[in-house]
C-alpha cells in the first residue's frame, strides 16, 4: 500500500484525521522513505504527518528533511513541539539546523530548552565552522577506568539509549580527562573476568583530534586509521565528544563538492544549485570570470607587445593556440594532482622539492613527446619567411619549455596557497591556464626573436 502511495491519498489521510493510516505511513518504511514521500507536502502538512509518529521516530523522519524544509517547519510551526523536537535531536545535528534558522527564532527556542541541552548547543556554536569541535556530538560513551567488567556493563545499559554510537567506550578518569578506548567488542569478551577493571583492557595509544582542528585533518586521520569515530579532546586531554563516521562522510561530501566548485573557478555554494538564487549563483561564477577576464586581456596584452614580431613572422600566429594550450593543460594536469594529494595528505608544503623535482622531470617528457609531434606537424606547413625558409624547430622549442613551465607552476601555486593559510583548490584549472597562457606568449615570442633574427 506505502510503496504505491500518491501524494493525493496522503493529503486525503490529513483530512480525514485518519490517525491509524498516518501512524502506518511513518512506520512502515525507513525514515529516509517516509520523509521523501513528503517531499510534494506544505512545511505545515509534512509537521503534521510526523505528529502521528512517536518522538523517537518523529526526530528520526525530520533528520530526513532537506535542510530548507527543516528551517522552515522550526521557524513556523509551535515553538513549544519544536523545542522539544530540538531537544531530542542528536547535539551535533540541531546545531547544523539551527545555523540556517533565524536568530530570533534561535532565541526563543533556546530560552525553552533545559538548561543542559541549552548549554550544549550554546558551546558548539562557538566552535569556528569548519572545526571538529562544530561537527562532534557531545552523546558519546565514558566509563570510569575504576570500573568492573559488570558495572562498566550495567552503566553502558544505562546510557545507551542516549548514545549516537556505542561501537567504542572511552575511559576517562575522575575529571574526565580521556585515558583510554575499550570497544564494546573488547568488553563482551571480557565478561569471563567480570572483577577485571577498565584501566586494565583499555588502550592507551588513542587516536584524537582537538576541537580547533580543521575538519579535513578528522576525515584524514579517521580514514588512515580506519575508525568507525573518532575522540575529540582540548589541549588538556578533557573529554568533549566524538565525531562518527557519517559525520566524515558528510564532511568528505562537501569538501569534495567545495574543491569541485573552485577547481572549475566557481565560488562555492551555501546550498544546492537548483535552490541557489540566480542572482547569487551569477555573482559566485561572475566574481572568478571577472579575474579570469583579467587575466586575459593580459594575454592579449602580451600578444600586443609583440605585434611588430607577429606582423613580420606571420605564420607565428597559427601555432599561438597549440602553444598556449599545451603549457595551460600541462600546468591545470599539475595542480589538479597536488590539490589532490595535499587534501589526502600524500604530502605536504613541506615536500615542496620533492614535488618540483618530480614536476621537472615530468615537464621534460611531456614536452620532449610533445615537440616531436609539433616538429612533424610544422615540418608540414613549411611556409616561407622573408628571404630564408620557416625554421620548424621553433614551436617545438617553445611547446618544450612552456610545458616544462606549466608543470612546475602548476605545482607550485597550489603549494604556495597552502603555506599562505590559503585554500590551494583557489588555485583553479582556469587560473592557472591563464597564468601559463600569458607564460606561453613571453616564451614564444622570446624563442621566435632568437631564432629568426
Not at 513541539?81 to 540556517?100: E, F, G, H, N, S
Not at 544505562?158 to 573488547?186: C, F, K, M, P
Not at 624547430?393 to 597552502?418: C, D, N, S, Y
Request: hydrophobic share 45%; aromatic share 8%; proline share 4%.
Amino acid at each position: 500500500m506505502i510503496n504505491t502511495l500518491y501524494l493525493p491519498e496522503l493529503q486525503e489521510m490529513l483530512n480525514r484525521h485518519d490517525e491509524v493510516s498516518l501512524r502506518e505511513f511513518c512506520t512502515a518504511l525507513h525514515p529516509a522513505r517516509t520523509a521523501e514521500f513528503m517531499e510534494g507536502l506544505s512545511a505545515t502538512e509534512a509537521w503534521a504527518v510526523v505528529g502521528y509518529a512517536d518522538p523517537a521516530l518523529r526526530e528520526e523522519i525530520f533528520s530526513y528533511f532537506g535542510r530548507e524544509r527543516q528551517s522552515e517547519i522550526i521557524e513556523t510551526q509551535d515553538l513549544e513541539q519544536i523545542a522539544q523536537l530540538v531537544a531530542d535531536l542528536a547535539p551535533d545535528d540541531r546545531v547544523d539546523v539551527l545555523d540556517d534558522v533565524r536568530p530570533d527564532r534561535v532565541y526563543q527556542l533556546l530560552e525553552l530548552l533545559p538548561a543542559d541541552e541549552r548549554h550544549d548547543i550554546l558551546r558548539l556554536r562557538s566552535y569556528p565552522d569548519g572545526s571538529a569541535g562544530a561537527v562532534m556530538t557531545t552523546e558519546v560513551a565514558k566509563l570510569s577506568e575504576t570500573l568492573s567488567v559488570t558495572d562498566a556493563l550495567a552503566e553502558l545499559g544505562r546510557q545507551a539509549e542516549q548514545l549516537e554510537t556505542i561501537y567504542y567506550l572511552y575511559v576517562v578518569d575522575a575529571t574526565d580527562h580521556l585515558r583510554g578506548v575499550v570497544s564494546t567488542r573488547q568488553l563482551v569478551s571480557a565478561m569471563g573476568r567480570p572483577d577485571a577493571r577498565l584501566g586494565e583492557l583499555m588502550e592507551t595509544d588513542v587516536v584524537t583530534v582537538n576541537t580547533f582542528d580543521d575538519q579535513e585533518e578528522v576525515a584524514r586521520q579517521v580514514a588512515r586509521y580506519d575508525l568507525l569515530a573518532i575522540p575529540v579532546v582540548d589541549r588538556e586531554r578533557l573529554m568533549m565528544g566524538i565525531i562518527t563516521h557519517d559525520d566524515v562522510i558528510d564532511v568528505v561530501r562537501e569538501e569534495a563538492t567545495e574543491d569541485a566548485h573552485r577547481s572549475a573557478a566557481v565560488a562555492p555554494l551555501d546550498t544546492s544549485y537548483l535552490k541557489t538564487h540566480v542572482i547569487t549563483l551569477g555573482w559566485k561564477r561572475g566574481i572568478w570570470l571577472t579575474i579570469l577576464f583579467a587575466a586575459a586581456l593580459l594575454t592579449a596584452g602580451a600578444l600586443e607587445h609583440y605585434s611588430g614580431q607577429l606582423a613580420r613572422w606571420e605564420w607565428l600566429v597559427w601555432f599561438i593556440p597549440l602553444v598556449i594550450s599545451c603549457g595551460g593543460n600541462s600546468g591545470s594536469q599539475s595542480a589538479t594532482l597536488v590539490v589532490t594529494a595535499l587534501a589526502t595528505g600524500d604530502i605536504a608544503v613541506r615536500d615542496w622539492g620533492r614535488v618540483l623535482w618530480r614536476e621537472i622531470l615530468q615537464g621534460i617528457l611531456l614536452g620532449c613527446f610533445l615537440a616531436l609531434i609539433g616538429y612533424f606537424a610544422t615540418s608540414l606547413f613549411k611556409p616561407d619567411v622573408g628571404e630564408g625558409q620557416y625554421n620548424a624547430l621553433v614551436v617545438p622549442i617553445t611547446v618544450l619549455l612552456v610545458v616544462v613551465g606549466g608543470t612546475v607552476l602548476g605545482a607550485l601555486l597550489p603549494l604556495l596557497f597552502q603555506r599562505l593559510g590559503l585554500d590551494p583548490a583557489l588555485m583553479s584549472n582556469p587560473f592557472v591556464a591563464g597564468i601559463v597562457d600569458i607564460l606561453g606568449i613571453v616564451v614564444y615570442m622570446t624563442v621566435a626573436s632568437w631564432m629568426l633574427a
